[in-house]
Structures are given as structure tokens and as C-alpha cells.
């Protein structure tokens, strides 16, 4: 086992070159047991540089942000790298194991949890040392998630908003990077307790997103999240090279789709089961039908139509087809434009294999 077992994470050795597997151990809340959160740590041996930290598994039931982590781990070679990269593929390992969204020991959402409490449950304990002990370290977060099982998202990179127009323009510098048809546009506002709220509030050149849906290792997600982190790593010099395009068949840059205000996250107004009539990523005009809502108890009225408030593109529908009243059914986004060029030109330089 060449895992080390960490007891006292004031000790944990963030400076040793190389790479090195680590368990975290916390206390289990109710149990005579530790729950292991793992930690990859990599230092590269070519000098100093930037720090990254890439995570997985903040949600249980969603995979690309776990096995592209996990891949980095094993692939990622310190002997050619600079700077340090922190992977933690699995952040919340109970609700992992368990393919929740949430912990079952405490019910603890990772991704309402930040910055964390020392003296909280589970759950908040480890987004309490990501707080302390990673955050610190880097200046660039990546937390890969996918639509869990209720929602469906064509592959999207997304950024928050930020005021601070020297990150917000290196955020989107970086997010074009992950080379994907669309990036989401997100405010703060609406992020309260997230791992990437609170990374940009710190400051860090934060990227979220939603690589995947209904429990699958979706391939073109796991394709921008993995190709994606390595074009941060030779964007920032931990690896030699130019970023890559991960996708060349498309021809135009990402579009950026903003959809900032809690408007945008739409409830079903009853419940039903939902009849998609458009695919994610399409564009809609203004009261363009997106599907609708069938009531098998009242199946003598016509099915319920949701339609389009405004123009934009289809950010966000949902997957599973049974809805009840109050879940979120669509997004739609309005197109925004990157703050500066250089993200398009960053985009333009990408080689191809
Ligand atoms: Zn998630």
C-alpha cells in the first residue's frame, strides 16, 4: 500500500517532491471508524510555479470529475512538471460509496457546505479543511461536476460573475480552455455554500461545470473535463506545450451563456411527466415550445406547455421524466460576450494533433 494515513493534517506534507497518495482521516461522527478522503498531492521537479486543485466527487452520483481526477493522478509525471496540482477525486467519499448527491451519514450537500466548520458534522469538516489546508496552496480550482440523475446539460464549462475584472478575465481565459460548444455564466449570488463560490470570493481562477448526467461516465464530458485540466496545466507552465483543442470538429469558439438570475431556473408549476420537444445546447426563440407536462390523473385536459420566456439557448432540461411541482424543469441562458479577446485568441492559438 503505498497510501499514507494522515492523522493530523497540520502535518501533512505539501512540499515533497514527486507525488504522493495520501487518506485523510476523519473521525466518523456516530461510528467506532474514520471516514478516508483521498488526496493526491504532486509537486513537480522542474521549479516553482503555479498550484492547482482539481476536484471530483463533490457530488457522489456523478462520475467525470472522479475518474478524470483519479486519471490525472496516475498520469500526470512530476519529473516534467512544475509547480503543484492537489486532486481530491473523491471530496465527499461517503456519499460516493453510497452514489448519493448528498452524504447518507449526515445528509451533508459538499456543494452547500463551504467554507466549512471545524466542529460541524462530517461534511462540513473535510469543506472546512479544503477551506484551511488546499485553498491556500493555489490559485486555480477546478470542481467537475454532471447533471446527478433529474437533469441533462450539453457539456458546460461554467464561471461565476466577478467584479474584479483582472480574475474574471483570466477566469474566462480559462474556462475557453476546456474547449467546449457553450460556457455557463453564473452569479455569486446563487452559489452560497459552494466549493467554487467560496474559491472565487477567495480569489482563485475558479471553473465548475457540468460534464455528464444520470449516473454515467458520460465520454464527451469526461473528454473536456480530463483534456480540459491539461490545457490549465500548460496554459499556467506545469506542463511544456500549447493547450490543445479537445473538440476540432467544431468550428467557432464557446459560446458564453449567461444565465445569472434565479428567474432562469424555472420550477414546474404542477407536476406530471416531462415531454422534451428540443434537444439541450438549441437555441429557442421567445415562446418557442420546450416541451410538455402530461397529467395522467387529469387526462381528460390537454398536457400543460412550457414554453420559452425569452430568446437564448437551452441551458438545462430535465432528464428524468416524472416532475414533481417546484423541480426545476429548464434553464434558458441569453448569449454574453468574454470581457476581453483574449480568450478568443487564447482559443485561436490551440494546436491540433
Ligand atoms: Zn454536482
Redesign the pocket.
Known amino acids: 500500500m503505498n497510501i499514507e494515513t494522515i492523522f493530523d493534517f497540520d502535518k501533512l506534507d505539501f512540499e515533497r517532491p514527486g507525488k504522493s497518495f495520501y487518506h485523510l482521516s476523519f473521525i466518523h461522527d456516530g461510528d467506532w471508524a474514520s471516514i478516508l478522503v483521498p488526496l493526491i498531492v504532486i509537486n513537480g521537479q522542474k521549479g516553482p510555479g503555479c498550484g492547482v486543485a482539481i476536484f471530483g466527487g463533490?457530488?457522489g452520483n456523478?462520475f467525470e470529475g472522479q475518474v478524470a481526477a483519479l486519471k490525472l493522478a496516475h498520469e500526470l509525471d512530476p519529473s516534467v512538471m512544475s509547480g503543484r496540482v492537489l486532486l481530491m477525486p473523491r471530496l465527499n467519499p461517503p456519499a460516493c460509496a453510497a452514489v448519493m448527491?448528498e452524504s447518507p451519514l449526515d445528509r451533508g450537500n459538499m456543494?452547500r457546505a463551504f467554507p466549512g466548520k471545524p466542529d460541524g458534522t462530517i461534511t462540513y469538516r473535510i469543506a472546512h479543511f479544503v477551506s484551511t489546508y488546499i485553498f491556500p496552496k493555489v490559485s486555480v480550482v477546478v470542481d467537475v461536476?454532471?447533471g446527478?440523475t433529474k437533469l441533462r446539460f450539453p457539456v458546460l464549462p461554467s464561471v461565476l460573475e466577478s467584479a474584479d475584472a483582472s480574475l474574471w478575465k483570466e477566469t474566462v481565459n480559462h474556462v475557453f480552455l476546456f474547449d467546449a460548444p457553450f460556457v455557463g455564466v453564473g452569479n455569486a449570488s446563487l452559489q452560497l455554500g459552494t466549493l467554487t463560490g467560496h474559491a472565487s470570493s477567495l480569489g482563485k481562477v475558479t471553473i465548475a461545470g457540468e460534464f455528464g448526467y444520470c449516473k454515467s461516465v458520460y465520454l464527451p464530458g469526461l473528454r473536456h473535463a480530463f483534456e480540459g485540466i491539461l490545457n490549465v496545466l500548460r496554459y499556467n507552465d506545469n506542463l511544456a506545450g500549447q493547450p490543445r483543442r479537445v473538440d476540432p470538429t467544431r468550428k467557432g469558439p464557446p459560446i458564453m451563456i449567461r444565465a445569472a438570475s434565479a428567474e432562469e431556473y424555472v420550477p414546474a408549476p404542477l407536476s406530471g411527466i416531462f415531454e422534451p420537444v428540443l434537444d439541450v445546447g438549441e437555441p429557442v426563440a421567445e415562446g418557442q415550445l420546450l416541451g410538455r407536462l402530461h397529467n395522467f390523473e387529469r387526462f381528460d385536459l390537454p398536457a400543460f406547455e412550457v414554453r420559452a420566456p425569452h430568446r437564448g439557448h437551452v441551458l438545462m432540461l430535465v432528464f428524468e421524466g416524472p416532475v414533481q411541482q417546484g423541480d426545476w424543469i429548464y434553464v434558458i441562458g441569453e448569449e454574453t460576450s468574454a470581457p476581453t479577446g483574449e480568450a478568443q485568441a487564447i482559443w485561436e492559438r490551440m494546436t491540433v494533433d
Open positions: 463533490t457530488h456523478e448527491r456543494n461536476h454532471a446527478g
